[in-house]
């Protein structure tokens, strides 16, 4: 029996994992984003993830217990990361229209709702928040026109979208919030983000821009961050152990 | 093919010869020129990224052909840190390493200044591509360093001194490769709203980080009892890193969130 633990968790096959894990992510590069975020969300990859979320966490113990502190760190934090991202998909999986996970909301200068959106054209209901957003203004700043611009004839580049918006939460007084792309806001566990916009034309024909808000709720992301920095925590000690050693040692 | 008519193009053209001039100078045993035009090469290169961020306006780091600039400036400093450390003399292999990566900054990739987009505009996005820059150098010369490890039957000494450099230059990218790839997570999140989207070049980078995983793992299990295989890996990490740069750029079978370069 230990022989055969050895086997299957010990180093050689550690190696062997890595390099299998490797082609399996090499495998996902070529289906694209979406697919390949669709097929990952599937409940026997789901299952997968967890088996070797509970690997990285017994070999982080093991080696804990080992006193092997970079590769304990290592193997934790790997298990942190994952169980993170499982909590992820699996508050996705429970999001009711009461409590949604994501959506987005189409808006125009002066709009209030609070209701979410999903799919390709944004057409199919995903739920309320526990708030309401109004959109004051989107604004488009561009950068100033160079000749390379007037050359091309076309406009000069974005320098930033801007949505200003007022949040209403109950019990709070309204506030207004900046979203700005690299800049999301944070409202009752929901980042808020900048996430398209376009040109379109109101009911008169008259031409209105419109912002895209993305709303985006993960109960994981602490988890994921906490293993972020004990991840490289480990990987810090494992370094400084490799490079303490002489010749063929540790 | 491009040649670049501008002081951009004539600063680059002018580091390529001296990395070129500098490998031959070693190669026929002119070791003070060599070391000279060397240093002089990388002083140009050092230049060249300082005048690009000048002409620019930002941080040199937004596209491959900036990328590639600062890569090759990065060569010279780790070539003295092996001397040191490991008393190994790589200065010629680093002068070429220089040459091949100047080669398509030099030819290939247009010089056109773009302004920064939004999603570039982060203080996340100098550590994030300088982690990655200076981690694929460094796993680069690992495997150059590992060399020796691939001859048979070799000289146990030699062997034991290029798998102690190699491993310590891999464990340096190593640790940049895991930074870089850990604040572009970072930076997803707060940029795209994910801090993982099965992205074509997060699923190469990915694999990449895995591949030396696997090589460490390796080199754990089986210390220096096939040198040859632990050569081999870390080859295969740079077959990994140069796909990375090259096909998953620039094919548009990979086409996702990580297209400004």
């Known amino acids: 029996m230990k022989s055969f633990l050895d086997r299957v968790a010990g180093l050689g096959g550690a190696s062997w994992l890595c390099g299998f894990l490797s082609l399996g992510a090499v495998a996902l590069a070529f289906p694209g984003p979406e697919r390949s975020g669709a097929f990952m969300s599937h409940p026997a990859l789901l299952l997968l993830t967890l088996a070797l979320a509970a690997l990285m966490l017994y070999h982080g113990a093991r080696a804990l217990l080992r006193r092997r502190f970079d590769s304990a760190l290592l193997h934790l934090g790997c298990a942190c990361v994952l169980a993170g991202w499982l909590t992820g998909q699996l508050a996705a999986r429970a999001a009711t229209p009461e409590h949604p996970a994501t959506g987005a909301m189409v808006m125009v200068d002066g709009d209030v709702t609070d209701k979410l959106w999903a799919g390709e054209k944004l057409n199919v209901y995903a739920g309320r928040l526990p708030f309401a957003v109004k959109l004051e203004h989107f604004f488009v700043e561009r950068y100033e026109r160079n000749a390379q611009d007037r050359d091309a004839g076309r406009d000069a580049p974005v320098r930033e979208y801007r949505s200003r918006v007022t949040i209403t939460e109950p019990g709070r007084a309204p506030y207004v919030a900046n979203v700005r792309v690299n800049h999301p806001a944070c409202v009752r566990g929901y980042h808020i983000y900048q996430m398209s916009w376009g040109e379109s034309a109101d009911v008169y024909g008259r031409p209105v821009t419109y912002t895209v808000l993305q709303f985006i709720r993960d109960p994981g992301l602490p988890l994921v961050y906490a293993g972020f920095a004990v991840l490289f925590a480990g990987i810090l000690l494992f370094a400084v152990r490799i490079f303490r050693a002489r010749g063929g040692a540790a | ?261």
């Open chain 2, 1 to 261: 093919m491009i040649l670049k008519m501008t002081l951009q193009g004539g600063l680059i053209y002018l580091t390529l010869t001296l990395f070129v001039a500098a490998a031959a100078a070693l190669r026929v045993g002119r070791r003070a020129v060599g070391r000279g035009f060397w240093f002089t090469g990388f002083a140009v290169a050092v230049l060249s990224v300082v005048w690009r961020g000048i002409h620019t306006g930002h941080p040199p780091m937004q596209n491959l052909f900036e990328f590639f600039l600062c890569m090759a400036a990065a060569l010279w400093p780790l070539s003295q840190w092996s001397r040191r450390r490991h008393g190994l003399d790589t200065a010629m292999q680093d002068a070429l390493l220089g040459a091949l990566i100047l080669f398509p900054a030099g030819f290939v990739f247009g010089e056109e200044v773009r302004r920064l987009p939004p999603a570039l505009q982060s203080p996340l996005f100098v550590p994030h591509v300088a982690s990655y820059v200076a981690g694929y150098v460094m796993l680069a010369r690992a495997a150059l360093i590992a060399l020796p490890m691939l001859r048979a039957p070799a000289d146990e000494a030699r062997v034991r001194q290029a798998d102690a450099a190699s491993r310590q230059t891999a464990v340096a990218g190593f640790l940049l490769l895991t930074l870089g790839l850990l604040l572009g997570s970072l930076w997803g999140k707060i940029c795209w709203g994910h801090y993982w989207q099965w992205d074509p070049k997060e699923m190469w980078s990915l694999a990449t980080w895995l591949m030396y995983g696997g090589y460490f793992h390796y080199r754990l299990k089986n210390g220096l009892g096939n040198p040859k295989a632990l050569a081999v890996l870390l080859w295969v990490g740079l077959l990994f890193i140069v796909l990375t740069l090259t096909w998953i750029n620039v094919s548009r079978l990979f086409a996702g969130m990580h297209n400004y370069a």
